[in-house]
């Protein structure tokens, strides 16, 4: 298991009934992101694109309070394109688009999304957490 000295202090909002969807076509980068959501005390799920994260979000949507996901992804839609939309259906999830390989443009992103460059040290996934909570 990991260990950051930024993860002694767990989130005031974390609940057993509250989740985060990790969103990463990259296998070992959703697991590391994982790791970070769950030492914050949060229940993580994880998809590998798109599509897994809508099934998962339009069958249990109300249980997630936060959405973290990659921008390039596999298929026909990326991570700008899932903001939107989960920013449109549950509006009550926080947002963070993480990306290594582009930063979005101006006004790509829904009001009120975190953008994280990778790679980025997990202290900073605690820290955008720990203010959209």
């Not at 582009?102 to 203010?131: C, D, H, I, N, W």
């Amino acid at each position: 298991m990991l260990h950051w000295p930024e993860m002694t202090t767990l989130l005031n909002s974390a609940s057993t009934n509250s989740a985060i969807l990790v969103v990463d076509d990259e296998p070992l980068a959703r697991m590391e992101i994982s790791e970070v959501v769950r030492q914050c005390g949060f229940e993580a799920w994880e998809a590998a694109n798109t599509a897994e994260a809508l099934s998962m979000l339009e069958q249990a949507g109300n249980h997630f309070i936060g959405l973290i996901t990659d921008i390039n992804m596999p298929g026909t839609r990326n991570g700008v394109m899932l903001a939107n939309h989960v920013r449109f259906m549950w509006p009550h999830i926080s947002i963070v688009v993480v990306s290594a390989a582009r930063k979005p443009m101006e006004g790509e992103l829904p009001s009120q999304v975190s953008f994280l460059s990778k790679p980025f040290p997990p202290g900073k996934l605690v820290a955008v957490l720990q203010s959209s909570g």
